[in-house]
């Protein structure tokens, strides 16, 4: 009677663990499976390296899976299986998680590339002018404003417009009283509180419209020799001055063209300073290179190209959320500076500074301190780009800050460059192991006052372009794409 409770006690065990077995074996294959989904999703791999990690991934499941499932005596085997599917669940749970914060991302930075402007009724805070609606019959002063967009304020209320020549006029003529109402866009409204001190504090906005551009390029690949899938070409990066949304339309602060060589490994880094005296391209007017941001990024691609001669098929828009964001992620990083100045409140000392985000933006936005003005400050960008780059390329920041880093940069990146194509770079990187090759060049110039299309008849300071830099700019960028 003993021996038959332990046999039944014995085989109610087997049958406790024998179940205990498949419901992990059902977990462990879940967990395979959607790793191998993500991955799949994800379309990193080159294809001798996706299937080795397919042949091994059905051998190295199908024998965990028997293993488990197998009555063994003992049950040594079932325990080491179980132990081994236990680290491969994790290693797996651990990579997937890796898939799914880039497909995230991917998802977030490749979604409908559009900008957006905001449009601003003001006042002065005196004014009796509270709402729109206190507007009616009233005269309103603009300065250079879409038709579309004054249609759209009439179709609120009964309104009148004036149009004003000069930017700096409109918010002077408010504040001193000589004009009751304006209408800016919000990148005119930052260039009024940047040039009237009093103006911010002095006004109030009674009324904001939302304007959405659409800013899609497209690329073509039979009439540009120079893409992606050709292995050269360019991408403009540009580093808007602007916080929160990626898509505010704003000036471009900081302006980079980057030249890309897959087969030799070499990326030239050439930056125009922002505030070049060149001609819009679609209004055929001379204004500073930062301004053409205010008309979208179509307008600053279309003028650099025009400048340098080159074709642009692929941008990257970044603002100042994106530095702060992405440095203080990174938990700073080690910036050379070839001089000792002060500025927004910090010191930085001739030599390598150690800097958290705050910092890097202020480093790299400073001109006023240097007797080269913008040319400085173009290198001073230049060196945050590469101690960005050295830093995420260090192998522990990877792999311990990976995700942070993409999170990081979640709704302050914009890019027209489609999955497929960032598909085609990684893939190419992981056949070639490779290092690569980083160059810098930039564009130089003589500071002077003249008069600007965003800004009217008034002088402003802007960056007279230094012909002979231009040239060389041209041909270094020629012999990267040419090679």
Same mark, same amino acid.
């Given at each position: 009677?003993?021996?038959?409770?332990?046999?039944?006690?014995?085989?109610?065990?087997?049958?406790?663990?024998?179940?205990?077995?498949?419901?992990?074996?059902?977990?462990?294959?879940?967990?395979?499976?959607?790793?191998?989904?993500?991955?799949?999703?994800?379309?990193?791999? !080159?294809?001798? *390296?996706?299937?080795?990690?397919?042949?091994?991934?059905?051998?190295?499941?199908?024998?965990?899976?028997?293993?488990?499932?197998?009555?063994?005596?003992?049950?040594?085997?079932? @325990?080491?299986?179980?132990?081994?599917?236990?680290?491969?669940?994790?290693? *797996?749970?651990?990579?997937?998680?890796?898939?799914?914060?880039?497909?995230?991302?991917?998802?977030?930075?490749?979604?409908?590339?559009? /900008?957006?402007?905001?449009?601003?009724?003001?006042?002065?805070?005196? $004014?009796?002018?509270?709402?729109? /609606?206190?507007?009616?019959?009233?005269?309103?002063?603009?300065?250079?404003?879409?038709?579309?967009?004054?249609?759209?304020?009439?179709?609120?209320?009964?309104?009148?417009? /004036?149009?004003?020549?000069?930017?700096?006029?409109?918010?002077?003529?408010?504040?001193?009283?000589?004009?009751?109402?304006?209408?800016?866009?919000?990148?005119?409204?930052?260039?009024?509180?940047?040039?009237?001190?009093?103006?911010?504090?002095?006004?109030?906005? @009674?009324?904001? $419209?939302?304007?959405?551009?659409?800013?899609?390029?497209?690329?073509?690949?039979?009439?540009?020799? *120079?893409?992606?899938?050709?292995?050269?070409?360019?991408?403009?990066?540009?580093?808007?001055?602007?916080?929160?949304?990626?898509?505010?339309?704003?000036?471009?602060?900081?302006?980079?063209?980057?030249?890309?060589?897959?087969?030799?490994?070499?990326?030239?880094?050439?930056?125009? !300073?922002?505030?070049?005296?060149?001609?819009?391209?679609?209004?055929?007017?001379?204004?500073?290179?930062?301004?053409?941001?205010?008309?979208?990024?179509? /307008?600053?691609?279309?003028?650099?190209?025009?400048?340098?001669?080159?074709?642009?098929?692929?941008?990257?828009?970044?603002?100042?959320?994106?530095?702060?964001?992405?440095?203080?992620?990174?938990?700073?990083?080690?910036?050379?500076?070839?001089?000792?100045?002060?500025?927004?409140?910090?010191?930085?000392?001739?030599?390598?500074?150690?800097?958290?985000?705050?910092?890097?933006?202020?480093?790299?936005?400073?001109?006023?301190?240097?007797?080269?003005?913008?040319?400085?400050?173009?290198?001073?960008?230049?060196?945050?780009?590469?101690?960005?780059?050295?830093?995420?390329?260090?192998?522990?920041?990877?792999?311990?800050?990976?995700?942070?880093?993409?999170?990081?940069?979640?709704?302050?990146?914009?890019?027209?460059?489609?999955?497929?194509?960032?598909?085609?770079?990684?893939?190419?990187?992981?056949?070639?192991?490779?290092?690569?090759?980083?160059?810098?060049?930039?564009?130089?110039?003589?500071?002077?006052?003249? !008069?600007?299309?965003?800004?009217?008849?008034?002088?402003?300071?802007?960056?007279?372009?230094?012909?002979? $830099? @231009?040239?060389?700019?041209?041909?270094?960028?020629?012999?990267?794409?040419?090679?």
């Amino acid at each position: 009677m003993k021996d038959k409770e332990q046999i039944n006690f014995k085989s109610d065990n087997d049958r406790k663990i024998s179940i205990a077995l498949k419901i992990f074996s059902t977990i462990f294959l879940i967990i395979t499976i959607t790793f191998y989904a993500l991955i799949i999703k994800l379309d990193f791999l !080159p294809s001798k *390296h996706l299937i080795f990690l397919t042949i091994s991934e059905i051998i190295f499941t199908f024998s965990v899976l028997v293993g488990l499932n197998k009555t063994h005596r003992t049950y040594k085997i079932n @325990i080491l299986c179980l132990v081994i599917a236990i680290i491969a669940s994790g290693a *797996h749970m651990y990579m997937s998680n890796y898939a799914y914060a880039t497909n995230k991302f991917l998802e977030t930075v490749l979604q409908e590339n559009k /900008e957006t402007e905001e449009y601003y009724l003001i006042v002065r805070k005196s $004014s009796s002018y509270k709402k729109i /609606e206190d507007l009616n019959k009233k005269n309103i002063v603009f300065f250079k404003i879409e038709e579309d967009i004054r249609k759209k304020i009439k179709d609120i209320i009964d309104i009148s417009f /004036e149009e004003e020549n000069n930017l700096i006029n409109l918010g002077e003529k408010l504040i001193n009283q000589k004009k009751d109402i304006i209408l800016v866009s919000s990148s005119q409204y930052n260039m009024l509180t940047e040039e009237i001190k009093e103006f911010k504090d002095n006004t109030n906005i @009674i009324y904001k $419209s939302n304007h959405e551009i659409k800013n899609t390029i497209e690329v073509n690949i039979e009439s540009s020799k *120079h893409t992606i899938e050709t292995g050269k070409f360019n991408v403009y990066i540009s580093g808007i001055d602007t916080s929160g949304s990626i898509s505010n339309v704003s000036r471009s602060d900081a302006n980079i063209v980057a030249t890309v060589n897959k087969k030799t490994h070499t990326v030239l880094l050439t930056s125009i !300073p922002r505030d070049y005296y060149i001609t819009l391209h679609n209004k055929n007017a001379k204004d500073k290179l930062t301004h053409s941001g205010l008309y979208g990024i179509n /307008e600053t691609l279309t003028t650099v190209e025009d400048l340098l001669d080159i074709d642009i098929n692929y941008y990257v828009r970044v603002n100042f959320t994106t530095v702060i964001k992405l440095v203080n992620t990174l938990g700073g990083i080690n910036v050379y500076s070839n001089y000792d100045f002060n500025t927004q409140g910090y010191n930085f000392k001739k030599g390598y500074n150690y800097l958290n985000g705050e910092e890097a933006l202020a480093f790299s936005r400073e001109r006023y301190s240097f007797v080269s003005g913008d040319n400085q400050r173009v290198k001073n960008q230049q060196a945050v780009i590469e101690a960005i780059i050295r830093k995420v390329m260090n192998s522990t920041t990877i792999l311990t800050e990976y995700t942070d880093i993409l999170e990081s940069l979640e709704g302050s990146l914009q890019t027209n460059i489609e999955q497929k194509d960032i598909s085609n770079l990684v893939k190419y990187q992981l056949n070639n192991m490779s290092s690569w090759k980083i160059e810098n060049n930039a564009l130089t110039g003589i500071g002077s006052y003249q !008069p600007t299309y965003s800004m009217g008849q008034l002088k402003s300071y802007v960056m007279l372009p230094d012909e002979t $830099s @231009i040239v060389n700019a041209k041909e270094k960028i020629y012999s990267v794409l040419d090679e």
